[in-house]
């Protein structure tokens, strides 16, 4: 199992949708989350960051956690074309003292007008 | 501000000769990591700076690579006898504080090719 899962995609929705990114962790103990999103060619650049479990919005971001399950997922709504893009997933795993993040593959998003 | 600057953009070196790829960190930022990221894969942790404290270097792939951040600013990682496999995209980051909390803000990357 590796540590942190994200379906690769891609995921096409049409303009004005919701996308909804989902990421699993293997680490029980993990405490951070991030999602970034990186453009083709480009850096990882951080979208959202979440702690608690819960929702957290910002904008046309939700970050969505639930420890219990091991799961946080990523709602970006009325979807455009600019959001394409692969969104990465990252965890703060507690065996490594929480100071390195560990990446997922990342799923790519694309918006059709 | 001046974000994460990373030198050269671009690399292409022959299998065998050896690579440094530069970092320029946040000014004032206490952090930096390098990441190896390969083509339609994800990040990659090599090695984690904090400060004055030795290095984490448990993500390194082999002793042909080496880094070192010197004053607490600029890193180089270093890639010596290369090998075809190496070729990825090389990110930096950098991080404020010492709190996992807070954002790893990343470099533009260097692109290397070995041929």
């Known amino acids: 199992q590796k540590e942190v899962e994200q379906n690769s995609g891609p995921l096409s929705v049409p303009e004005g949708a919701i996308a909804s990114l989902n990421c699993t962790y293997s680490d029980r103990g993990s405490q951070s989350f991030f999602w970034y999103r990186q453009y083709s060619g480009k850096s990882p650049e951080l979208i959202m960051s979440?702690?608690?479990?819960g929702d957290k919005e910002d904008g046309r971001f939700t970050a969505q956690l639930n420890k219990a399950s091991q799961y946080v997922s990523l709602l970006i709504r009325d979807s455009q074309p600019s959001d394409s893009a692969t969104y990465l997933c990252a965890v703060n795993h507690s065996n490594t003292g929480f100071q390195k993040l560990v990446f997922g593959t990342g799923t790519r998003l694309l918006v059709s007008p | 501000g001046a974000g994460v600057s990373q030198s050269p953009s671009n690399k292409v070196t022959e299998k065998g000769k050896d690579v440094e790829l530069r970092c320029d960190p946040i000014s004032g930022h206490t952090a930096l990591y390098w990441y190896r990221q390969s083509l339609g894969q994800g990040l990659e942790f090599l090695i984690y700076?904090?400060?004055?404290?030795?290095?984490?270097k448990s993500g390194l792939p082999s002793d042909r690579f080496s880094a070192e951040r010197t004053g607490g600013s600029v890193s180089t990682l270093t890639i010596q006898r290369t090998q075809q496999e190496d070729s990825a995209v090389y990110l930096c980051?950098?991080?404020?504080?010492?709190?996992?909390?807070?954002?790893?803000?990343f470099g533009p990357g260097t692109r290397l090719l070995v041929l």
């Open positions: 700076f904090q400060g004055n404290s030795a290095p984490d």
């Open positions: 979440i702690y608690s479990n």
């Open positions: 980051a950098s991080r404020f504080g010492q709190d996992s909390r807070e954002t790893q803000y």
